[in-house]
Nanobody, 115 residues
């Protein structure tokens, strides 16, 4: 399966971006989907996830600013990012996983927030 992220770019602090991750996962609706961020020189960290049933979880640093959602018909997961901060800068990756199945990663999309 393939995962393709898009929607990244350069934005000023306080601005917004909407990331999309289009997948070819045949059983997408059964997959747990997540967004990760890798800041320069740092490890890749989980920032938001959404279960097959729509339950969402966020890391504290993005709560109230970021919203993860999914469209099972389009096999796509989104990350709406508002009130962006310079520390949100990094490469954003989506991941799909289901117990007993391979873990799928996208190639990443760059987000740069200027102060």
């Amino acid at each position: 399966a393939q995962l393709v992220e898009s929607g990244g770019g350069l934005v000023q602090a306080g601005g917004s971006l909407r990331l999309s991750c289009v997948t070819t996962i045949s059983t997408f609706s059964n997959f747990h989907m997540s967004w990760y961020r890798q800041a320069p020189g740092k490890e890749r960290d989980l920032i938001a996830s959404i279960s097959p049933g729509g339950t969402t979880n966020y890391v504290d640093s993005v709560k109230g600013r970021f919203t993860i959602s999914r469209d099972n018909d389009k096999k796509t997961v989104y990350l709406q990012m508002n009130s962006l901060k310079p520390e949100d800068t990094g490469v954003y990756y989506c991941k799909g996983n289901q117990m007993g199945r391979p873990v799928y990663w996208g190639q990443g999309t760059q987000v740069t927030v200027s102060s």
